[in-house]
């Protein structure tokens, strides 16, 4: 089997599509032909060995794909040979074939493209977990979502909006401001050329949100908390503005506030199971009416791999960056 194997170098690292091993397929496994996975901003961090992934995962970035079962071990129920799926992994993708515990199998839905579908497990999940399960999404409610024109970001929008909810997204240029308004969102701002705590006091009339889905975190800590309403609640998925910063708890006593920690990458399967199925609840019928569609920004050959993660590394992308891999 090949698989995208990190060659460390003097100055750095290169990306490198070359033979391994074969993936075990356990008991109450798939083995899936991977026809296509994704770029994640976690990919970048473990090939500079700054992320490395939970014990028992494998080495192997990528988390997700989607692709064609061509085995099945013990046990496995409501998949077979020849099914087409798409899945969240631990690590794995980037490569030729993976095993996938069958509680995180996740149908093509339909009209999608193998492409796309590989585009849905982590952003659309990771949004969700935050959004509606960790903040406690309720209908009404504005939700600011910083990086909104990133994979997780459009995901993001699309999930707030289908669910009756307000959005507030930044970006840093101005084609990627319009397309979070494209995906829905309500106000967009630069945060380059403004002050997005400003205008999102502005917006909101000087009532704040309730929910912020933020992956910068120190040098934005201080304005997020500032725009927080009474009872509004504070995600953190990324530290790439920083991981430590100082915070007045004053404010966070005053405002009934909640800070969350969260990653999904190395929860068990259990839990990442049990998010699939109240996603797959809530979203799934928007998914087949076309409500719900990932932006793709670029697809590249899986052997591109290392070019692919330098664009995502400038912030270059919008969306999703596709690695095409059969």
Request: some cysteine.
């Amino acid at each position: 089997m090949r698989a995208i194997v990190v060659d460390k170098t003097q100055s750095g690292h290169r990306l490198v599509w070359q033979e391994t091993e074969e993936p075990i397929v356990n008991q109450g496994e798939a083995l899936v032909s991977i026809h296509a996975t994704t770029l994640n901003r976690a990919d970048l961090s473990q090939a500079e060995g700054n992320y490395p992934p939970p014990p028992g995962a494998p080495d192997i970035m990528g988390l997700d794909m989607a692709g064609e079962i061509i085995e099945t071990g013990a046990n496995v129920e409501g998949w077979q040979v020849g099914d087409q799926a798409c899945a969240l992994l631990a690590g794995g993708g980037y490569a030729e074939r993976v095993a996938v515990d069958q509680r995180l199998l996740i149908p093509i839905p339909p009209g999608w493209s193998l492409l796309e579908a590989a585009c849905l497990p982590e952003v659309y999940l990771t949004a969700y977990v935050n959004i509606f399960m960790e903040a406690g999404f309720q209908r009404g409610e504005t939700v600011l979502i910083h990086g909104g024109a990133s994979g997780v970001g459009t995901a993001a929008i699309q999930l707030v909006k289908g669910a009756g909810g307000r959005v507030i997204a930044t970006a840093g240029r101005p084609d990627k401001v319009e397309t979070c308004l494209e995906q829905g969102a309500d106000l967009a701002i630069n945060y380059r050329a403004e002050d997005f705590a400003a205008r999102t006091k502005e917006f909101t009339g000087g009532e704040g949100v309730d929910i912020i889905l933020d992956m910068v975190g120190a040098d934005y800590l201080e304005r997020n908390v500032s725009l927080l309403k009474v009872k509004g609640r504070l995600v953190f998925i990324a530290t790439l503005g920083g991981a430590e910063a100082a915070i007045d708890i004053r404010q966070l006593m005053g405002r009934r506030a909640r800070l969350i920690g969260s990653v999904l990458r190395a929860r068990p399967v259990t839990e990442k199971a049990e998010i699939i199925s109240r996603f797959r609840q809530q979203f799934w019928s928007q998914i087949e009416e076309g409500a719900i569609r990932p932006v793709i920004d670029t697809v590249m050959e899986v052997a591109e791999a290392h070019a692919a993660h330098e664009r995502m590394a400038a912030y270059e992308n919008i969306g999703k960056i596709v690695l095409k891999v059969r």
